[in-house]
């Protein structure tokens, strides 16, 4: 365990010392002959939006300054990002002053869009893909998706998931959304031996009224309560009051829930450099005022940061849980998955799931060349607490990933292919 | 009829010629023991590089000459060279910078000026070269505007990959050309262009 936690630790190391990158672009403005000139107005046109406050900040910091091309490439990066729209083009004209120019990014809204979210083959677990469609309209946005997933979790939920949205609720630092989800499950059979009749749910239907506040960019606060009603079948039908016969009941399981969320960019897509820290920690509270059959608390702190250089890219994560009290299966902790332990079968980890959970890993990459490590643990009582690792190669461009991974263990050791998008 | 046929005839040559000239595109050209190149009918600062230019953005452009002698497998030199050129909005003039050693820099320039300066720098010191040893060379330019550019052109964010935007990508016509040449031009010796000059397609 000290072990996992000195990994942690050194893993987590180049969190504290990361700051914004200098942006300084020597030579950049020698070769392009209107850095001489004064950007007299920056504006940003096209779509029915309000800038976050940050950004309406650097977008007019470039008024009065020397004419820098790269900086504006950046910002039109930002904003793709952050208006979440595929398109900004960049129009420089002349201003109405000597000597000074215009600048105006041209934002293009999507109205509608078809999403292929995320797709997966492992060797293991078959495959898992999730697509949707969604449409923007006046500031909202209605999503509907269809999936499959066996790697996530436990168990294999297949289903669909619809979502509105609205970004921006008075003022944009509130977020509202609302989010349906039902899905039939699978269990894999060393699941299905090792749980407890009772435990293992045939349906699963989520809502999820949510609200995100931004305390300031680029901390976010989600908060909201989530509503479960799952469909555990009974070992055998039995005799109801009017006479006939049920073969399931349904239970809740109603939480609470808050995420305190943490991402920050520095740097550019097309720069030299670029590092990005995503850091979140989230709790959930199922409690008896939400008339829920489960009580129970879990909290989840995850942690991730990216640094590349020229072709050269480090990322180092870590994630750690807890679970207190009795919690759905889906609730539970489970390492073996595309992102942790690859490599390891998560039903020869815990067929169950456990209720804490210490995990971190690091990849190395250049150009198209992939390598990883991994490192955790999943238990639920100390005793049992077992240490692992795993470690692999392969190819990732962009979103799409080849990779073949082998757990760290004595003996026979068979590898997992993971081949697929956005895992 | 024998007039007529005649006129065909005439006709039939002044085609080829106008054809064989239309192909021609680079012209080369010997003096002070260095060879020269020019084409005057290519024009790369066109499309979407002048797109770019005159929306302010720096465009860099490769070129690349090679010359072989005696035989077409026996590479007597060859010159690789950055060009970034960039438009002046308030003048309507190019700028012209030579990254590579000796860096030159040039500024004032009409779009075709920009271009011949960018040809004459990569003339080639050809000593060493016998006079009647066959030549022959190749010319190439590249735009680097969409060179590393992202796999699907922005299709994938962070939600996932937009079949939307995939469908808009492939649906459009074929990408303005980025891309010049080569231009062959020989076999030729350096007797026949101090003689006249060398045409080459």
Known sequence: MKTLWCLTLILAAPLAGCGPLDDDEKGTGELNVNSRYTVESVHVNGGNFRL???????????????????????????????????????????????????VEFQVKPQTFDLLMGRSLYASKEGWSGEGGATVNVHGNGITFGLLSDGDSMLERYAGIRAKFERKNVGTD???????????????????????????????????????????????????????ARLRVPFSAPIQTEGGGAAAAKTESSNAVVSTLRYHQRWGSEHGQEQQEVNASYGIEAGSNLLDTDQVFTRHLLRGRYKNRHARNTVEVGF??????????????????????????????????????????????????????????????????????????????????????AFPLRSGRATPIFYAGMKF | MRTIKSWWLILAFLSGFALAMMAEEMILNWRDNRLEFSAPRVHFLGGRPLELLHNAAPVPFDFQVTLWSGSRTHVFQKLTDRFVISYDLWEEKFRVIKTQSPVRRIEHL?????????????????????????????????????????????????????????????????????????????PFTLDELKRSVRRGS
């Open chain 1, 319 to 404: 994630l750690s849980g807890v679970l207190h009290g009795n919690a759905p299966l889906y609730q539970r902790f489970a390492l073996g998955d595309s992102t942790t332990l690859r490599g390891w079968n998560k039903f020869d980890l815990d067929p169950l799931g456990g209720s804490h959970v210490i995990h971190g890993s690091i990849d190395y990459g250049y150009r198209f060349l992939q390598v990883f490590y991994d490192a955790g643990a999943v238990w639920d009582r100390v005793q049992d607490r077992e240490p692992k690792q795993s470690a692999g190669v392969g190819f990732k461009k962009e979103c799409f990933q080849l990779a073949v």
């Open chain 1, 173 to 227: 630092r509130l977020h509202l959304r609302f989010e349906f989800e039902s899905y039939h499950e699978q269990w894999n059979l060393a699941t299905l031996d090792a749980a407890q009749p009772g435990e293992i749910y045939r349906t699963r239907q989520v809502y999820s009224p949510m609200a995100t506040v931004v305390i300031f960019q680029p901390l976010e606060l989600d908060f909201g309560v989530s509503f």
């Open chain 1, 52 to 102: 976050p406050e940050p950004l309406r900040i650097l977008i007019n910091s470039f008024v009065g300054e020397k004419f820098d091309r790269s900086a504006l490439d950046k910002v039109a990066d930002r904003l793709r990002a952050d208006l979440h729209v595929t398109d900004v083009k960049i129009s420089v004209t002349r201003g109405s002053d000597p000597e000074h120019v215009s």
């Open chain 2, 110 to 186: 009409s779009a075709v000026d920009a271009e011949k300066w960018c040809w004459q720098q990569m003339s080639m010191d050809v000593n060493g070269v016998g006079a009647s040893e066959p030549l022959w060379t190749r010319f190439e330019i590249r735009a680097e505007d969409a060179k590393d550019g992202p796999l699907f052109g922005g299709s994938i964010n962070d939600s996932g990959v937009s079949l939307a935007r995939l469908i808009e990508l492939f649906s459009r016509p074929p990408a303005q050309q980025s891309h010049w040449g080569p231009f062959d031009v020989g």
